[in-house]
Each structure stands twice: as structure tokens, then as C-alpha cells.
Nanobody, 116 residues
């Protein structure tokens, strides 16, 4: 079993920065991908950024060039550096992981609020 614990988030002004971190515990050696999703009020949950064990990354078009995802395989952590924040980035951000057996895990979510 894998547990994902998020930290970071909070409030920022438009144009500012925030950093999210997620630590995986348990049988985390089996995690193939770790990523960040977000869900804004009244909207579906969407993929923000993903990173594989090998370091390949993928970003949503709306955050490309502003957000950076990074992963430390030794520490089983994944981080999301968010720069040039916009009000539309306001959402609950979730850490997500998928094991090599395609089992999915979710963190509890952390609120990010960007004020203009």
C-alpha cells in the first residue's frame, strides 16, 4: 500500500509563486508515474503535470512554461514549482501516483488560491 502526503500550497497573488510537495510512503518503489492533478470548483479534475521514474515530463498546455514538476526517486517525493500564478490556477491540487501494476493512489489534496 502507498500513502501520499502533500504539503505546501496556500495563497498567493497573481504573478507570484508557490511550491507543492508530495511524499510517498509504503511500497513506493513500485511507482511508475507521479503527477499532480487539480480540481477547481464546478470543474472536472484535470492533469497538471506528470513525471515518470525516468524523468520524462508532461504538462497541461495551460501551465507549460510556468510550472515545473520534479521527482526524487531516492526520497520518493515529487514537487511542483508554480510560477507566474494566475487566478485560474486556483484549485485543490492532488498528488497522484500509478504503480507498475497500474494501481492508482491519491493524496488528500491541498488548496491553492491565487488572488488578482
Amino acid at each position: 500500500q502507498v500513502q501520499l502526503v502533500e504539503s505546501g500550497g496556500g495563497s498567493a497573488r497573481a504573478g507570484g509563486s508557490l511550491r507543492l510537495s508530495c511524499a510517498a510512503s509504503g511500497t513506493s518503489f513500485s511507482l511508475r508515474t507521479m503527477d499532480w492533478y487539480r480540481q477547481a470548483p464546478g470543474k472536472q479534475r484535470e492533469l497538471v503535470a506528470a513525471v515518470t521514474t525516468g524523468g520524462s515530463t508532461n504538462y497541461a498546455g495551460s501551465v507549460k512554461g510556468r510550472f515545473t514538476i520534479s521527482r526524487d526517486n531516492a526520497k520518493n517525493t515529487v514537487s511542483l514549482q508554480m510560477n507566474s500564478l494566475k487566478s485560474e490556477d486556483t484549485a485543490v491540487y492532488y498528488c497522484h501516483a500509478r504503480s507498475i501494476w497500474s494501481t492508482e493512489y491519491w493524496g488528500q489534496g491541498t488548496q491553492v488560491t491565487v488572488s488578482s
